[in-house]
């Protein structure tokens, strides 16, 4: 299970975009935010053989003029998740600093950390207690991060939705589609929200759905993926803006 969700949220979906530039931050990085900060909650379901229903939430916050940080958590009593970032924007693109992922599914954990070293086009990956470095493009991003990219490039109305993601010890390229409107009920009212495909790994056994609101800045309101049987969704049921 901890796989799939891993899936999602790097997201995952969820989670969760296009060329980076470079580390080093232009004249403009002190311009309008990349976002407000702000706290969102979902009803997360998770199956994988049994169903498992439980609040998640996802947190956007400025730790310094600079730096970002965006996490997503869920937990109960026999599965958890913690996901990640710390970031700083190029203009109107991420840049990765952290990248941290942990679950816990009956007992067994799975932890990993990527630092990004922007200097020397490296990460570094810290999984089971085996770190290793691997050489990165500038424009890549991390697979939570990802997701903040889409929106900010939908609110801007960017056509191509292609990205560099670090995931798995390689350089993948994610790429995602725009599937029309449609109107989403969720806790906080009726929505109009954006459907958004993940196209690259698109099959009949599997398959990633995205629902963006613009009235919300483009923030994802919904979102379904399902593997080998198995499924994954986030449905928004209360918002706090933190601005």
Known sequence: ??????????????????????????????????????????????????????????????????????????????????????FRKNGQTLVPLRYVYKSQVLGKKRKATLTFDWNKNTVRNDIKNKPWNMKVEHGTIDKLGIQLQIRNDLLNHKKDLSYKVADGGHIKHWSFARRGTETIDTKIGRLNALKVVRTDNLSKEKSTYFWFAPSLNYLLVKMEHKEDGESYKLDLEKLNERG
Request: aromatic share 10%.
């Open 1 to 86: 299970m901890g796989s799939k969700i891993r899936i999602i949220f790097a997201a995952g979906l969820l989670a969760i975009l296009p060329t980076l530039a470079s580390s080093n931050e232009s004249s403009n990085s002190n311009s309008e935010p990349f976002f407000s900060p702000y706290s969102a909650t979902y009803s997360t379901v998770w199956k994988k053989g049994i169903s498992l229903k439980v609040e998640g939430t996802q947190t956007l916050s400025k730790t310094d003029n600079e730096t970002w940080n965006f996490k997503f958590e869920a937990s109960t009593l026999i599965a958890s998740l913690h996901e990640e970032v710390s």
